[in-house]
């Protein structure tokens, strides 16, 4: 049995008729991960009960009892909180870190019996868009080891790319599911805003972060999606979504052209682009040209709001309350138990280079005198962007755009920030507004002799992702 094309659905049905274990099923991962972690560096821990975990699912499997997840590995993003275990955020500051209790997402995928495999590399706190932030090194992209996996959950979306998962978690603020899931070919939803209780992610921007699954398919990502949403009494800004009746002509989708004409979008990321939309043509959908006025702010609207609320979700770490500690000066006053050294010298220490800097550019954008200018004028466009989404989504079911600019780029190559964040351009958005959106491989480009993965995404209504489903079946032709 080849084992490496095998879906959640597919291995539910062979768990579940006995053609398969549990317990093969999670050796079969264990070892792919031998074989390749060192090289693509996705796993920051591979736990050490895999087995057992296994073993205990195949006894509710045994009994009958199994949920659609029972028994199915998957991989952790490293800012999801597991009772008992290491969670690090790839970060010094937390390198020791053991997580108390358990997130909502993991009590979720604990009661469906699933097998956690391990914690996946990510941009330390989840600001990146590359892996290359993490203090614990950079995670390959599987179709050319020079090239990154994407961030900031490029650990999760390798994992799934490269076999050594059958699906995952990411988390995502402005696109750190869907543009790992695009450089590595595999599926990436970033849900409604609210669907997915929050309680026991690490924060970021908490007016913007999401957890989100990553998978081969469509069905996949469904059926994790279904099990991690609801409302949570431990997340106040949890929804419950309403069952919606799914309009059946849902066959518009809105194309912002403008942002195609933008500098600094590569030719074949066009070029792929123009079939994809061919192709969405040919099965049926009218494709209408729309036009967002405002959605080029998106970028600029989202590097203050996110800084903003990363300054203030950053203040926990400061040596006190969790993880590392860094004694302040002796021969000050108050000696090594100097609170301020402590703060400076643990943050200095613990925090990577963009943490800082997220920080800084924070703290600026909220300060006196430069609030309302920053911050406050955010806001207000924040505001404007969401009503030009509403009034778009009058007209069409679904906003089509490429998931990136470009395919997978160099490790190393984007020395300069602002070029990093550049790449953001086309995923932010759904985060401002909360909408949910998803990136489905879409073909490939074929650079310096490598095949590198491409991906388009569709943005939808709130609590409209079976929207997402429907029309990604088509498009994948499942
Ligand atoms: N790349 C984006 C950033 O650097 C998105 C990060 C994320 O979604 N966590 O902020």
Redesign the pocket.
């Known amino acids: 049995m080849n084992l490496s094309e095998l879906t959640i659905k597919k291995a539910r049905e062979l768990l579940d008729s006995k053609q398969l274990s549990a317990i093969d099923l999670a050796k079969y991962y264990l070892k792919n991960i031998e074989e390749k972690n060192k090289d693509l560096n996705v796993y920051l821990e591979v736990f050490s009960d895999v087995i057992k975990q296994a073993e205990d699912a195949q006894k509710i499997i045994n009994k009958g009892e199994a949920k659609e997840l029972t028994g199915i590995p998957l991989a952790i993003k490293d800012n999801i909180l597991i009772k008992g275990r290491k969670v690090s955020a790839a970060s010094k500051i937390l390198e020791n870190y053991t997580a108390t209790y358990d997130a909502t997402v993991i009590k979720k995928l604990k009661e469906e019996g699933a097998v956690f495999l391990g914690r996946t590399n990510m941009?330390e706190f989840?600001?990146?868009?590359s892996t290359e932030n993490s203090a614990f090194g950079v995670t390959k992209n599987p179709y050319d080891l020079e090239r990154v996996a994407g961030?900031?959950?490029g650990g999760s979306a390798v994992a799934v790319a490269a076999d050594i998962a059958m699906a995952s978690l990411g988390?995502?603020?402005?696109?750190?599911?869907r543009?790992p899931a695009s450089f590595c070919g595999v599926l990436g939803l970033k849900p409604t805003y609210g669907s997915v209780s929050r309680y026991g992610l690490m924060a970021?921007?908490s007016s913007?972060?999401v957890i989100g699954p990553i998978a081969k398919t469509i069905s996949d990502t469904e059926i994790i999606f279904n099990a991690i949403k609801g409302v949570d009494k431990m997340d106040s800004t949890s929804i419950e979504m309403e069952s919606r009746i799914l309009n059946p002509e849902s066959r518009t989708i809105g194309v912002p052209y403008h942002l195609m004409n933008q500098e600094g979008i590569s030719l074949d990321v066009k070029k792929n682009f123009e079939e994809s939309v061919e192709k969405l043509k040919n099965l049926g959908f009218e494709i209408i040209n729309i036009s967002l006025p405002n959605i080029d702010k998106s970028l600029a609207v989202?590097?203050i709001i996110?800084p903003a609320e990363v300054s203030s979700n950053m203040a926990r770490y400061d040596g006190v309350k969790y993880g590392l500690r860094e004694d302040g000066d002796p021969s000050t006053p108050l000696g090594a138990g100097n609170l301020l050294d402590v703060y400076k010298k643990t943050r200095g220490k613990g925090f990577g280079k963009?943490v800082r800097r997220?920080i800084i550019l924070g703290t600026y954008v909220l300060s006196t005198g430069y609030y309302d200018a920053y911050y406050g004028k955010a806001l207000q466009v924040r505001r404007i962007i969401k009503d030009e989404f509403a009034q778009a989504f009058k007209k069409v079911d679904a906003i089509l755009t490429p998931t990136t600019p470009s395919p997978a780029f160099k490790i190393g190559e984007k020395s300069d920030p602002l070029e990093?964040?550049l790449?953001?351009i086309f995923?932010?958005t759904a985060?401002i507004v909360g909408c949910p959106a998803i990136s489905l491989p879409s073909g490939f480009a074929e650079i310096d002799g490598k095949k590198l993965p491409l991906g388009i995404q569709l943005t939808v209504p709130h609590m409209d992702e079976d929207i997402l489903f429907n029309i990604g079946k088509k498009f994948l032709n499942e």
């Open positions: 941009d989840a600001m990146g868009g961030g900031s959950s988390s995502d603020t402005g696109g750190s599911v543009e970021m921007g913007l972060d989202y590097y996110m963009e997220r990093m964040y790449a953001d995923t932010v985060n």
